[in-house]
């Protein structure tokens, strides 16, 4: 038996360490530890949680969004606000924006370097790549010409020695199975997507100022002024700009993401046979279509269990709890319980040896995460719950998507529930949205033409009118999955709390009863062929897009301050 060590995974968020055993080739038990300390929750103790979001926004840079709009629904929860139409239409299109950008990112600059091979590329002949391109879409860059300048464009970095990002990789690795000519074409719509990219999130200055992290959020309702007749709001000009956005979005994403995910799918089938997980599936829904105390949303909540797509579970967040009996934290009474999150504790307590380290010490606390379970069974999170979820429920769009991609690919619904899953599920869930973003745009100019212009709700900004001791929480479907922030808010200020965050799910550590997260339980029975270069535990650790800045956040560890923030 072989112990593998891959610290840091790379092409993630934050830190990540993965610790395997490899036995005839495969992988036999896994560990995921995630290697920073989270100090959020204890930094918002005591402050106005009308504040919260601007707090928690910067957990991550990545998912630039997704703790400000949790932490101000949480709050509006607690304190009995209700943002008015606009509000909820305007959150809407940044949680949409967030979740196209965010998921073409990851396709193409996280994880397409696992399945494509950049060196092949050189191999490849510019003719023959367009003749490809161009079989499987219409899209317009797909000349001879230009793939023979994208790969004379490589060329002159491999020659110069400048591959940046493209430097350190398993090129040439024997589980890489794309041809040149489409490793040629991956590598053209890499660089495409980054400047795709950078021009679609502008969506996100215009609502919010800026990106990353939004300066437009307010506990009921948003900051940004809509009223066509007015150049410093949202108005009909900005309408167009929006609409012009997204068009531009769904051409890429139907003729440059959708084509190449199904096209590099096709030459790894064989993992759909990898990467289960633990079978369990927990989506908490989102985008609101309504502005009713229990809003119907286009993305359906629910909980799968056991793979069975048959019957799908409604929620009840009141069977969520956390545990920490393997990771560096103490509960006050006892590290074997089962603490629901409203009532958490982050008490930190590393007893792991001083990095750097060999190996985790696994029959002990091994890692920053705490393991989230729910009804007591640990649940996956992400793109793939959410399009089981609703596949399951009869969401149709949702159906029409899936049933072309597993027709195309030519498998069954079981191939969902796996690594190449999780790839599709995510490409699916990017063009589904990229279409539903057009609604949000069109009744937000609705509003507009009836004078409806109220983005705030201000009957509940003033504390006196708060009750005395409030409980809320607010639930957001982030790209990587379910984001649950829960708050108690005493005497107009926060006294305790808690996130969950979609990465704590998937990669917490094993719990009391030493049932694995779904890291570890994905990881188990995927094939490695080099120890030395275990790019296969990469390709399903990827499938998950890790962020774990989310989950955790930097301590220095000698206790040394490293800066003084002073808030007046």
Known sequence: MTHIVVDPVTRIEGHLRVEAEIDGGQVKNAWSSSTMFRGIEIILQGRDPRDAWAFTQRICGVCTTVHAIASIRAVEDAIGAKPPPNARLLRNLIIASQCVQDHVIHFYHLHALDWVDIVSALDADPAATSKLAQSISDWPKSSAKYFAGVKARVKGLVDRGQLGPFANAYWGHPAYKLPPEANLMAVAHYLEALEWQREFIKMHAILGGKNPHLQSFLVGGMATPVDPDRQASLNIHTIASFKKMIAEAQQFVSQVYIPDLLAVASFYKDWAGYGGGVGNYMVYGEYPLDDETDPALFLKSGIIRNKDLSKVEELDPSKITEQVAHSWYDYEGGNEQAIHPSLGETKPNYTGPKPPFERLDTANGYSWLKSPRYDGVPMEVGPLSRMLVNYARGHEKVQALVNHVLQTLGVGPAALFSTLGRVAARGIETQLLVDKMGDFVDELADNMGKGELRIHDNAKWDPSTWPKDAMGAGFHEAPRGALGHWVHVKD????????????????????????????????????????????????????????????VHVLEPGGREVARVKAR
């Open 492 to 551: 107009e200020k926060i006294a305790r709390y808690q996130c969950i965050v979609p990465s704590t799910w998937n990669a917490g550590p094993r719990d009391a009863g030493e049932t694995p997260g779904p890291y570890e339980a994905a990881l188990v029975g995927t094939p490695v062929a080099d120890p030395e270069q275990p790019i296969e535990i990469l390709r399903t650790v990827h499938s998950f897009d890790p962020c774990m800045a989310c989950g």
